[in-house]
């Protein structure tokens, strides 16, 4: 592998269960399929996982955006509300569109996995509690209008996981929108609405 990074054995199988399971669902994918398609062994997946569900909970904490936001709001944000809220979408999509197999995944098979939809709520949450608290002190510090924090937050999260969610599985469906022109008119708009 010249330049190429060279995987772990954890890696190689989380990357071949998102693979699988987003062909063919859950219940249609064995452990032996994935360790064979990672190059393992079924024995080295249950050595590291324990079991298939594990497997695709440790995907789903390492593939989705919590790490990466939690950086963004604790090191990049420089208190512009514009500025802001450009590299938040811009980063929210680039991830979500990055890990869209393991998305499309935690939609279709929450049902069939005991305790996958509490885990599936944590990143959402915690962005809601980042936004909130970035509108709060944006308001506090005039940078904003007086309005309520929380509605903002669910208001910016519902419109950008929705852009997200309409080209998930077929592409876009308003083909004159291109997801950059979504995210600049989307943030001036807001931003237009909120600077006093």
Excluded: C
């Excluded at 990357?15 to 080295?44: C, H, N, P, Q, R």
């Excluded at 450009?86 to 197999?101: A, C, D, G, V």
């Excluded at 924090?149 to 519902?158: C, G, R, T, W």
């Excluded at 969610?165 to 929108?177: I, M």
Aim: proline share 3%; no cysteine.
């Amino acid at each position: 592998m010249s330049s190429n990074i060279i995987l772990s054995n954890n890696d190689k199988l989380l990357l071949a269960a998102i693979d699988l399971i987003a062909e063919k669902g859950y219940k249609g994918v064995t452990t032996l399929e994935i360790a064979a398609a990672a190059g393992l062994s079924e024995k080295t997946l249950f050595r590291h996982f324990g079991s298939k569900q594990n497997l695709l909970e440790t995907a789903f904490e390492r593939f989705h955006y919590t790490e990466e936001m939690t950086k963004l709001f604790n090191e990049k944000l420089v208190w512009d509300l514009e500025t802001d809220l450009l590299l938040i979408s811009r980063t929210y999509h680039e991830i979500m569109n990055r890990n869209r197999k393991m998305i499309m995944i935690s939609i279709k098979e929450e049902d069939n996995l005991p305790g996958f939809r509490e885990r599936k709520k944590k990143p959402p949450q915690q962005l809601f509690e980042f936004l909130t608290n970035y509108f709060t002190v944006m308001s506090k510090e005039g940078k904003l209008i007086t309005t309520n924090p929380d509605v903002l937050a669910f208001s910016f999260m519902a419109m950008n996981y929705g852009a997200f969610l309409n080209n998930l599985e077929s592409g876009t469906s308003f083909a004159t929108v291109s997801l950059e022109t979504f995210i600049m008119e989307s943030v001036q708009t807001f931003t237009r609405a909120l600077i006093p």
